[in-house]
């Protein structure tokens, strides 16, 4: 599984501000998109919601980068609202970088790339890991770059080398709900957490193998929305939609069921 996106709340220590991004609604009707596999021009990327910070998905405070689109349906996918490949959701890159520049004055440790499947747009892929890489060397700063996929690692290292090369961890390979695991910030037993880079093996090496009893999952309500950002253990989605009903709050569409 690839994490659960949804806004952060605000019970971060010391956390300034929050701020979230999304695109919806875009009528751009030339957007190219089709289903499996976004045709993406690489001053466009294909973004579901963008969030800062984000705590529960890598070390430090983070921006959180879900983009949109995903042929994998992995059975129990908590994220089915990332799945489509519509092209309403497209958003210039330049503005999802000045947004990321904007927050990254609070603090920033890393950058966390999930979806949604991200090497499904592997232009707009190639270029966000590129001007992050650029921004990162001429402001000083010393973010980590950490991507997910559900994609087999073999076939990640035969088609996207490149892609490969701008992140310095990934969390690989499909979620597997019959294999549930406590270790932090992977779905299921069979997602490994790769370092790719020397700074990805110092930060991410002593994460590889350590496991979690409750591995941390941010929660918040907004005025129209319940968000949740991690992992969710088994049946903790069924339980907060439980509780919120016993408060009175109904969850309507909800990112789990299809
Ligand atoms: S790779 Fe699997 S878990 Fe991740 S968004 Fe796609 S269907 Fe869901």
């Known amino acids: ?120 747009q592997p232009a707009a892929l190639l270029a966000l890991l590129q001007a992050l890489h650029d921004w990162r060397a001429a402001s000083g700063l010393n973010f980590d770059l950490l991507g997910y996929s559900g994609l087999p690692w073999p076939r990640l290292q035969a088609e996207f080398p490149a892609i490969l090369a701008r992140l310095d961890a990934l969390i690989p390979e499909p979620f597997h709900a019959h294999q549930p695991t406590r270790l932090l910030w992977r779905g299921s037993a069979n997602q490994p957490l790769l370092p790719l880079s020397p700074l990805g093996e110092a930060r991410y090496a002593p994460y590889r193998h350590r496991e979690s009893e409750r591995r941390p999952f941010q929660v918040v309500v907004d005025a129209e929305r319940v968000w949740g950002i991690g992992i969710p253990g088994p049946g903790d989605l069924e339980r907060l939609e439980r509780q919120s009903a016993e408060r009175g709050v109904r969850l309507g569409t909800v990112s789990w069921r299809g």
Not at 17 to 45: D, F, M, Q, T, Y
Not at 51 to 65: E, F, K
């Open 1 to 120: 599984m690839k994490p659960a996106r949804r806004e952060a709340p605000s019970n971060h220590p010391g956390a300034a501000r929050h701020s979230s991004l999304s695109k919806e609604g875009n009528n751009h009707a030339h957007s190219p998109a089709s289903k499996g596999n976004h045709r993406v021009p690489s001053e466009w990327i294909a973004l579901n919601k963008a969030h800062y910070p984000v705590t529960a998905l890598g070390p430090g405070r983070r921006i959180g980068l879900w983009l949109q689109g995903c042929a994998l349906a992995c059975p129990g996918c908590v994220s089915q609202d990332t799945w489509s490949f519509a092209p309403d959701r497209l958003m210039p890159l330049p503005l999802l970088l000045a947004w990321c520049r904007d927050v990254a004055k609070d603090g920033l440790d890393g950058v966390t790339i999930s979806g949604g499947e991200p090497f499904a």
